[in-house]
C-alpha cells in the first residue's frame, strides 16, 4: 500500500445498470467518492479493513465511473477508474450431450457461450430476454462461460458447470 495514494488500493468490483452501490476496497477509513465526470453521484467511508461501499443510483451501461479516495491526511489518490457493465446472463442448468445452452439476459444484447477463450456459439436475446445458443455436445464437468455484450462492452463471466 502507498500512503501518498490512498486509491490505488481500491480493489473495484464490478458494477452493473442494476447496481446501487459501488464496492471494494482502499485504505482503511478513506473517504470514497465516486463519479461520473466532474459530478459526484456517491460518497462512504472505508472500514477498518479498508472496504467500502458508496451509494450510488444506477448508472447507463458503458458510462464511466471514477472511484477516489482520500486518506485522514487528506491525500487524494489517484482515481480508480470502471465502466459499468451489463449483467451477465443467466442460464438454466445444461446436461451432458445437450446442444443448446437457454437462459436470460437483457434483451436485444448478444449471449456468447465459451470454453476457456473460444466461443462455441452466440445468440441475441430476445424482447423477453430470453436466448437459445446452440452448442456442440459437451462432456460432463466441462465449464462453460456466458457473457453478455452490445456495443463492445462486455459483462463478466457466468461460469456453469455441464451436468451428468
Known sequence: MIQQSPANRSGLRTVTNFSKKVTGTAEPYAKITVKAGKTTIGTGKAGKNGEFAAKIQPQSIG???????????????????????????SAQGVKAGATKVTGTALSGFKVYVKTGKTAIGHA?????????????????????????????????????????
Open 63 to 89: 458510462r464511466k465511473l471514477y472511484v477516489y479516495a482520500t486518506d485522514a491526511a487528506r491525500h487524494t489518490g489517484k482515481a480508480a477508474a470502471t465502466t459499468v457493465k451489463p449483467p451477465a446472463p
Open 124 to 164: 441475441v436475446a430476445g424482447k423477453n430476454g430470453r436466448f437459445t445458443v446452440k452448442i456442440k455436445k459437451q462432456k460432463a464437468g466441462a465449464k462453460l462461460s456466458l457473457y453478455a455484450v452490445k456495443n463492445g462492452i462486455w459483462s463478466d463471466a457466468k461460469t456453469i458447470t455441464v451436468q451428468k
